[in-house]
């Protein structure tokens, strides 16, 4: 079963920095994304950035140059560096994978971990 467990949100001021955390677990197919999405309050969610293992990063506009999404896959981690964050960028992150299955692919969802970034 997968699971996909997010730590690391917090408040930080404008212009700061923080370092979200996936840890998963369950993965035993080849082939797979994962990522982050956040959804702010009153708004729908949307991708952040997403990797598949030997990959590049993608990015949504709003974060490059700021973020930075990192993978681990011997160590089942995944991470997501956030610098000069803005007031913008608060919302519930959540960690994502995508899983190429015998049945098609699977989306797998974390509970999420807040940010907070007060104006």
């Known amino acids: 079963q997968v699971q996909l467990v997010e730590s690391g949100g917090g408040l930080v001021y404008p212009g700061g920095s923080l370092r979200l955390e996936c840890d998963y677990s369950?993965?035993?197919?080849?082939?797979?994304?994962l990522g982050w999405f956040r959804q702010a309050p009153g708004k729908q969610r949307e991708r952040v950035a997403t990797?598949?293992?030997?990959?590049?990063?993608n990015y949504a506009d709003s974060v490059k140059g700021r973020f930075t999404i990192i993978l681990d896959n011997r160590a089942n981690a995944l991470w997501l560096q956030m610098n000069r964050l803005t007031p913008e960028d608060t919302g519930v992150y959540c960690c994502?994978?995508?899983?190429?299955?015998?049945?098609?692919?699977?989306?797998?969802w974390g509970r999420g971990t807040q940010v907070t970034i007060p104006s």
């Open positions: 994502y994978a995508r899983i190429s299955e015998f049945g098609g692919p699977q989306d797998y």
């Open positions: 369950g993965i035993i197919f080849a082939h797979y994304t």
């Open positions: 990797i598949e293992p030997g990959g590049a990063g």
